[in-house]
């Protein structure tokens, strides 16, 4: 059963209150940076849970116990992703509404290719955990659904999506429609989990 919001909220803040300073120091040594991932502890963004994942959602439950991280849109919180910390490439949403981490920096590429006519450059992290290393400097596509593939096509043209060496051409076949953005590599660990 899918969590009004209300329920959803209060998930993540007793989640972010369950998480010990233990999770914090091992967070960091994953490569987390600090001060991100203390101001989304701060937000109550940031929690440990025990779950029961089922494909690609998963609910409270008892069989493992995994970090949660809040995925935002306009400020709201709209899902949670829960990830393994043995397995960086595994996540399950909560209410799959949330196809990414960093959805509002999306939302402010759209808004300036729309103000003018200038280039953007959109980072593309291949894990929540290069993500959160890269302190939230754009984006990690949690779910590459219709929708996110829509969202990133309507980037078209003036847009660059930043990847990973060796992930250009697998985003490039995914968005393979008209008018997509560039895609460029760079060496810092951003990629495409698909």
Not at 28 to 48: E, K, N, P, Y
Not at 89 to 98: F, H, I, N, S, Y
Not at 161 to 182: D, I, K, M
């Amino acid at each position: 059963m899918t969590p009004s919001l209300a329920d959803l909220h209060t998930e993540m803040l007793n989640a972010s209150a369950r998480m010990p300073y233990s999770a914090m120091r091992r967070l960091w040594s994953m490569g987390a940076d600090r001060r991100f991932t203390a101001r989304l502890r701060g937000a109550g963004d940031l929690g440990v849970t025990a779950v029961d994942v089922e494909g690609s959602t998963w609910a409270p439950g008892t069989r493992e116990r995994r970090l949660l991280v809040g995925v935002r849109c306009n400020g709201d919180l709209i899902d949670m992703v829960a990830l393994s910390s043995t397995r960086r490439d595994e996540w399950a949403l909560r209410t799959g509404l949330g196809w990414a981490l960093g959805m509002d920096q999306i939302e402010r590429a759209h808004a300036a290719l729309a103000s003018d006519h200038r280039h953007v450059k959109l980072r593309l992290h291949a894990t929540p955990f290069d993500w959160m290393a890269a302190a939230g400097d754009g984006v990690c596509v949690l779910d590459w659904c219709a929708a996110s593939l829509a969202e990133l096509r309507m980037l078209g043209g003036r847009a660059t999506l930043e990847v990973a060496p060796g992930a250009r051409e697998g985003l490039e076949n995914l968005l393979v429609y008209g008018g997509l953005p560039r895609v460029s590599e760079r060496a810092d660990g951003m990629g495409i989990a698909a």
